[in-house]
Every structure is written in C-alpha cells, then in structure tokens.
C-alpha cells in the first residue's frame, strides 16, 4: 500500500533529552537534568520528561528561554595526560581530562572513545555524534596506534602471538600489528596497532602474555599523529588533520 506524503515526509522522532546530546549542547546525564529542572522548552512548551518526543530537524527547542541554533562542527585533540579519568563526571570525584579544557572558551564537545586513568596520549574530542561514531566504528574507523612499555624482552614468537590474537576471559582478542621498538636490561618498547577498541584491550592482551604494562600512549589515530602537542595541550583539528583520520594506512609515529 503506498504510504502517505505526509508520513513519509515525517521527521524522526527522539526522547528530549537525547536530541539536546545529538545537537552537541551537553552530555545526555547533563540534558535529563536540565529538562527535569523545567528549563527546556520545546516549541514555546515547557517540558519537563527527558523522553518526550521530539523532532530534531522541525522543533524549536530553547533552554533558558534562548532559542537554540545548530551547532557548528568542532574537532579537538588532546594529549591526555597519565591520571586522569576520560568522564564528564566522576562519582569518585577522580580530575577528569576536562580539566584540560576548562576556561578554553569551548562549546560542549563529548570524548571520541575511552583511554583509561593509566592511559595518556591522543584523545579526540567533538560536538558532532555522527563524525564521532564514524571514527569508533570497529569495521571502518581508522586504526589507533599505541607505544606500549612492557617489565619484559618479548621475543618475536610472543610479538607473533598478540597478533594472532588469543581468548581473554571469553573474548578473542588481538592486535593488528606488533613491532619491537627498543629495548632496555629489563624492559622493552613496543608498538601496537589496534583496528578495534574494546575495554583494556592491550592491557588484557598482554597480560594473557604474561607481560606487565608500564606505560601506554596513543601516538596515532588513523595518520593523524599526537606530535609534539605538550601533556595536558589541545588544538583544533584543521581539515588536513580530519583527512589523515581515514586514510587506511597505519601511521607510523616518533617512539615517546
């Protein structure tokens, strides 16, 4: 049966407080509290259900009784430094890497994927979900690439090993690429290259391997390169930055 113009032309409906995250305003737990508080109108209505439908593309939504206007893409790198949490908030009132940002002047912008407490190095930063998505997806996003430093000398059977991949609690995990950097007496430098990211995926890997991390640092997304960019620094990303984001080949990245 044919489907009325209307119904076909009908945009997409979606709870409140979801399109406000989509719209880059806030995080999602940040757009709940702000519409249970009554400061989000929709259409000249005040709603206070952060589930209540509405269409992104055709309503008219302001908080504060200030109309809201699309919010222009923006893009940020971050060397994330060691201890600090990749969260808005934290419950155990842990520094997050939004100290970094803070009184930069920045619009809301949500971390693109996770690196942990332990973790430092190139951490991404946007307003714009869709682009973010893009870059996580583990089928088509753009490899990350980590210096990973290990309390051990791994051989190359064992380097051949984490690429192979293994079971990790019921998980298969593996990594791309593995290749010997340097070594010291007792440790050693390695450089992993990861085309998905699921949670402590390095650390578990080489772990099941018996091997201890000492420090990890992304130093690459896709042929994007951290660079000199100083610990605690951001910048924008220019358009030569977001094009060396989907290039298919590795980068190759300065060892730390």
Not at 39 to 68: C, K, M, W, Y
Not at 72 to 88: A, C, D, Q, Y
Not at 161 to 171: F, K, L, S, V, W
Request: net charge positive; proline share 5%.
């Amino acid at each position: 049966m044919r489907r009325s113009r209307s119904n076909a032309t009908q945009a997409p409906c979606h709870g409140l407080a979801r399109v406000l995250s989509k719209l880059g305003v806030c995080s999602r737990s940040q757009a709940e509290t702000l519409v249970r508080s009554g400061r989000v109108a929709v259409n000249g209505r005040t709603v206070t259900d952060p589930e209540s439908p509405t269409r992104r593309e055709r309503d008219r939504i302001a908080i504060d009784g200030e109309e809201l206007a699309r919010a222009e893409p923006l893009h940020v790198m971050l060397n994330k430094p060691r201890g600090l949490v990749t969260s808005v908030n934290d419950e155990r009132g842990r520094e997050t890497v939004y100290s970094c940002l803070r009184g930069a002047g920045l619009p809301w912008l949500a971390p693109v994927g996770r690196l942990d407490k332990a973790s430092e190095g190139l951490l991404l930063f946007t307003n714009d979900p869709a682009w973010a998505a893009r870059i996580t997806d583990p089928d088509s996003g753009p490899s990350k690439t980590y210096h990973v430093q290990v309390d051990a000398l791994p051989d190359a059977m064992l380097l051949a090993r984490i690429e192979a991949g293994m079971d990790c609690d019921g998980e298969w995990l593996k990594a791309r690429s593995v290749r010997l950097l340097r070594t010291g007496q007792r440790n050693a430098w390695l450089e992993v290259v990861l085309d998905e990211g699921r949670n402590r995926q390095i650390r578990r890997l080489l772990a099941a391997c018996e091997l201890s991390v000492l420090r990890l640092i992304r130093v690459a997304v896709g042929n994007l390169l951290l660079g000199d960019l100083g610990k605690g620094q951001w910048r924008h990303l220019r358009q030569e930055d977001l094009a060396k984001l989907h290039d298919v080949t590795p980068a190759t990245a300065c060892p730390d």
